[in-house]
């Protein structure tokens, strides 16, 4: 069974960050699944105003664009495919 993450990548001034948002053990669709689940709830900002999810090319990764009260957040979210785990050997 294939192991898969949904990741979030942001930036906040000259800050750069890639956070883990959730572990998904199954097919490229079930983690295709987990991240569009994910898209709409990533990062709820206090009184949110809307939320724009756009899918880029390929399937596997989207830009959230999230209006709340005060700010403006702009988050790319993907899937990435578990390849090699060093504590498990290779999973290919």
Excluded: C, N
């Excluded at 079930?30 to 939320?51: F, G, I, V």
């Excluded at 830009?63 to 578990?82: H, Y």
């Amino acid at each position: 069974m294939e192991k898969w993450i949904v990741y979030a990548q942001y930036g906040s001034g000259d800050s750069y960050f890639t956070e883990t948002v959730s572990r998904v053990t199954g097919t490229r669709e079930d983690a295709r699944e987990a991240l569009l689940a994910a898209t709409r709830t990533y990062r709820e900002p206090m009184r949110e105003k809307w939320r724009e999810v756009y899918r880029m090319p390929g399937g596997d990764s989207y830009l959230v664009i999230v209006k709340g009260a005060v700010t403006l957040s702009e988050i790319t979210m993907g899937i990435a495919e578990l390849v090699h785990d060093s504590k498990a050997g290779a999973s290919e």
